[in-house]
């Protein structure tokens, strides 16, 4: 079977249970394998989400900035190795702290976003690119720069500034002008949440049904998470990264050079299914994508989502084992039975081995929800749908995204035990509650 086929199979599977919201492009050697939308762009409205629907892409958006930067050391405007006091000399410490450890995400500087307050109040506030450096510039720096990586929107936030102080222009009109437009990238660009940006899908998050995602004021994000951009757009910018269109080979190079842990500028390079892959994921408030190069075999996976739940970075590497034919167990369909055996099935369930982990399972108008944390442990809340039952055992499916539960029964018809898998194929062992 070909790699198309064997995409097609799973991408069925998985649209036919609706676990696909938002569009996905997958090539190998630049032929378009996959190119095609999910679900909807608008659910107020039912417009479909289409390969030409644009989304905010996240922390994708550091990797434009990164090139930005290599570009303007390419032109002799800055050196990656300067110190950021150079451009930004009110900065505190600016003598210790390089371009390059801010690339790098190893400058020590604090990340703005895991500041306590962030995700209740300051995300909401609109805020200029001054304003935001001042919140972060005085605090005490988390390590000597340069010594260990530590993820940073901060040191994105000040090359944003430096892009706009050596540039002479504003980051969206440098991103537009030096990067896009020579590509033809004509529907990406910078969000700042008032302009009105056509064929923009709107963001979503999950509890019980579509709900929408807590407010994230657009003002701020930037250099650091604030570009939109479509598969199509971001797949030629997949083919100008091979090139040396608008950058020398020995920079791209250098920009792909890892430095700390994983990272390399505005890239993460790790090993995947044993291959060299370069990639990068981004989450902004409804949004979450994932971008994937497997450089060598030229195979590029791009997913863009306009769910937050769609378990998008699980997702690209499921459909990276199908390119390279290693072993992937679809879903089963989800086809609903008659259950009506509910009261039985709800109560919270302990997870085996973790007490503070447990599943809880509720009834609403006859039927059962299940309640669960996922990243950065916020709750959701997904219908289970019956597909499979005798007096042995009960599956479940949830909704939206491709969990499954399997209630195993004594001979007495009491729940023993449940084997819960979750989105990303981690299987546990749970007992219901006494």
Request: glycine share 6%.
């Amino acid at each position: 079977m070909t790699a198309e086929k064997r995409i097609g199979k799973f991408v069925e599977r998985y649209e036919g249970n609706g676990y696909l919201n938002g569009s996905m492009l997958i090539a190998s050697n630049e032929n378009i394998l996959l190119n095609k939308g999910f679900g909807m762009a608008n659910l107020e409205h039912k417009v479909p989400n289409k390969p030409s629907t644009k989304f905010r892409i996240g922390s994708i958006t550091k990797a434009f900035t990164a090139f930005a930067i290599f570009q303007l050391h390419d032109k002799k405007k800055l050196n990656i190795y300067d110190c950021i006091g150079k451009y930004l000399p009110n900065y505190p410490q600016g003598e210790k702290i390089t371009i390059y450890h801010c690339l790098t995400n190893t400058s020590g500087i604090p990340n703005y976003t895991s500041f306590p307050d962030f995700w209740s109040t300051s995300m909401r506030l609109p805020s200029t690119l001054n304003q935001l450096i001042d919140s972060f510039k005085n605090l005490e720096l988390r390590f000597e720069p340069g010594s260990r990586f530590e993820y940073s929107n901060s040191g994105y936030a000040l090359l944003t500034a430096i892009i706009e102080t050596v540039s002479n222009m504003s980051y969206s009109d440098y991103i537009q002008e030096k990067i896009c437009r020579p590509l033809g990238m004509y529907n990406t660009g910078c969000d700042d949440g008032i302009k009105v940006v056509p064929n923009l899908a709107a963001g979503y998050s999950f509890w019980e049904n579509p709900v929408h995602p807590a407010y994230a004021d657009l003002s701020f994000p930037l250099g650091a998470y604030g570009l939109y951009s479509t598969t199509e757009d971001l797949f030629l910018w997949d083919k100008a990264l091979k090139s040396s269109q608008l950058l020398n080979k020995e920079l791209t190079e250098k920009m792909f050079t890892l430095n700390l842990s994983s990272y390399a500028c505005g890239w993460m390079v790790s090993e995947m299914l044993g291959r060299k892959c370069v990639h990068h994921f981004g989450d902004i408030s409804g949004f979450f994508s994932d971008f994937l190069r497997f450089v060598d075999e030229q195979v590029t996976i791009i997913f863009l989502s306009n769910m937050n739940v769609t378990p998008v970075t699980h997702l690209t590497k499921e459909i990276a084992k199908v390119i390279f034919d290693v072993n992937v167990s679809l879903p089963l369909p989800s086809v609903s039975i008659d259950f009506t055996n509910t009261e039985v099935i709800a109560g919270k369930y302990l997870i085996e081995n973790d007490r503070n982990k447990f599943l809880d399972i509720t009834i609403k108008n006859d039927d059962l929800y299940i309640t669960v944390p996922k990243r950065y442990g916020v709750l959701y809340k997904f219908k289970l749908v019956p597909v499979s039952h005798n007096s042995l055992k009960t599956i479940f499916l949830t909704e939206m995204i491709n969990e499954q539960l399997i209630f195993h029964y004594s001979s007495l018809g009491k729940i023993e035990s449940v084997e819960y898998k979750d989105c990303n194929d981690n299987k546990y062992i749970a007992f219901k509650e006494s």
